[in-house]
C-alpha cells in the first residue's frame, strides 16, 4: 500500500505525466474525431470515432506502461530510493506489488477519461456482455505486455530522461507501425505480420473487432491461434520485466 | 559486543581494488566518523555495512548477524536525496512508516512525533521541492529514527549544506547520539568528524588512522598551524614555506598555504623574511589549532577537500 499510494500520487502530481498519458491521446480523440471523419458515411461515423477511442486508450495504456513505469523505476533508482529500500528490511515483492497496482489504477483512470471523452464525441460501440468483459481482458493483456517493456526498459537504462524517452519512442513507434495509430490494411505485408505478433497491437485489434465490428479490426483476431500468441507473448513480456526488475534492480552490487 | 565488525574486508571493481582488507569495530553506542577523501572507499564500505553491496573477500557482522539479517536495526541514508520532491514532507514519512509495516493510526503518530524532533511539523504539509537542502536533510534522517533502529549510516550528510543548515543538522545529529544510538558517519569534512567520539582515517581503501580525534591530532605530532595568505603562488612560495613545515609538507589552500610547526612565535617571522627574499609578501598570517584535514594531510600528503 505505501508503495501504491507514493507511486500514484507521484503519477498524478506530474503534468508531464499526465499531459502525455492522458492530455495527449485526448487530444488525438478530439483531432481523429472530427478530422479524420469527413469522408466517412454518415452512418459509420460514430463507429470510427469509436475505433478512434479505442486505439487512443490503448495508446494511454502503452505510454503509462512503457514510459511512465520505467521513467518512475528509473528515477528512485538515480535519486537513491532503490539503494535505500535495499538497505530496509523490505521484500522487493512488496515493492513490485505496490508499483504495479498504481499503474493498473493510473493506466485505468487514463484509458476510461480516453474512452469517455471520445464518447462525449459521439463515439459509439456495439457489443454484448461477453464481449465486453473479453474487451477488458485484452486490455489487461496491453497492460501486462506494456508494463513488461517497462520494467525491462527501467532495469537496463539507468537515467530518468533516457528511460521516459526511450519508452515514449518504442510507444509511439510500434503503435504507428503495427496498426495501432493507422488502419491494419494499410500496412505492408510485413508490418501486417508484426502487427499480429506484437501483443498491445493484436490485443487492440480483439478489442475493436469485439466493440466496433471485424471492418475495422481488419483481419479476424479471436482465432484461437491468434488470441493464444496475444496472450503467451503479453504474459511472457511481463514475466521478462518482472525477472529483469527483481532480479537485477534489486541485487548487491 | 561490537555492533559493527569487519575483518580483512575487501571490495574489487575489476582490476580496481576499492578496499585493501579493512578492519573496523564499533561498539554499541558509539559515534565513529570514517573521513577520507572522494574515492577512497568510505562510501563502499558505508553501503556493505548497509547491506546495499558485497564484499568481495572478508568477514562482516552487524550484531553478530551478516548484514542482511540484521537490517532491521540498521537505517542507512545515503548520499543522494532519495526523498520524493513532489510529496509532501509527511507523505515521504508516511511512505517509510507504510514499508516499515505499521498501521495508519500507528504510523500517523511516529512520523509526527519525528517531525516535531527534527523540526519540520511546521512545514510538514510542504512538498519537499520547496525545502532547503537542511530541511530535506533532516528529513531524510527521519527515516531512519523509527522505533527499532540502532545503527546509523549517515553519508556524508553535510555535504552542500550552508553554515547554518550545517549546524541545525549537526544539532540533531547530537541529540541522536544521547539516545545511546550507535553513529557511523561518513565525511570529508574534518569539523563534522570531530563530533565523533573515534575518528577512522581512510585512504585508498585502506584505515591508516583511528583514535578520538584530540588523541589523532596529538600522536599526528603537529602542534600549531600556520594559515598564510599570499600576494601569489608558485612552486618557489611552496617551496620557502616547506622549509619551515613539519617533514617539508604545505598544505596549499585556495588563498595560500598552511604551514605545520612546532614553534609559531619562531617560525612566523622568519616566514615573513623568507617570503620577503623572494619578493612574495604574505598578505594575512593566522595562527590555528591543527584540524582532522592536518592531520590527514601530515599522513598521506592529500588533502580530504579543499581547504578555504
Known sequence: MATLNKTIKEFLRQKTILFWTIAWPILWVLIGSFSYTENVPSELVSYTRGAIAISMSVFALMTAGMANLPGNIAQDRERGLLSKLMSMSISPWRDFVGRILALVAFSSLAAI??????????ARFSYTLIGGCQSIGFFLFIFLASAGIGMLIGTFIKHVHGAIMSGVGIAVVTAAVSGVM???SSLPWMLQQFARIYPVSSANSSIT????????????????AQT???????V?????????????????? | MDTIYTENLTKKYGDNEVLKGVNLRIKEGEFYALMGPNGSGKTTLASIIASVRSPTSGKIEIYGRKPEKAKEFLGYVPQENFSSPILTGKENLMYFAGLLGYPKKKAERIVNDLLNKIGLSEDADKRVSDYSGGMRKRLEVATVLFPGVKILILDEPTTGLDPSARRKFLGLIG???????TILLITHIGADAELASRVGLIDEGELIAEDAPEKLKKSSGLKDVINIETAIKSEAVANVLSKFSEKQKVLETDVGYRVYCRDVEEATPNIVRALDAIGCKATRIETEKPSLEDVFFTLTEKMVREVS
Do not use: H, M, Q
Open chain 1, 236 to 253: 511472457l513480456l511481463f514475466a521478462a520485466g518482472l525477472a529483469a526488475y527483481s532480479r537485477l534492480c534489486w541485487r548487491k552490487k
Open chain 1, 228 to 234: 493464444t500468441l496475444t496472450i503467451v507473448i503479453s
Open chain 1, 113 to 122: 477519461l480516453v474512452v469517455l471523452v471520445g464518447y462525449f464525441c459521439g
Open chain 1, 209 to 224: 473487432y469485439l466493440l466496433v465490428g471485424k471492418d475495422y479490426a481488419g483481419y479476424n483476431p479471436l482465432t484461437t
Open chain 1, 182 to 184: 493507422a488502419p491494419y
Open chain 2, 175 to 181: 541529540e541522536i547520539k544521547e539516545e545511546k544510538t
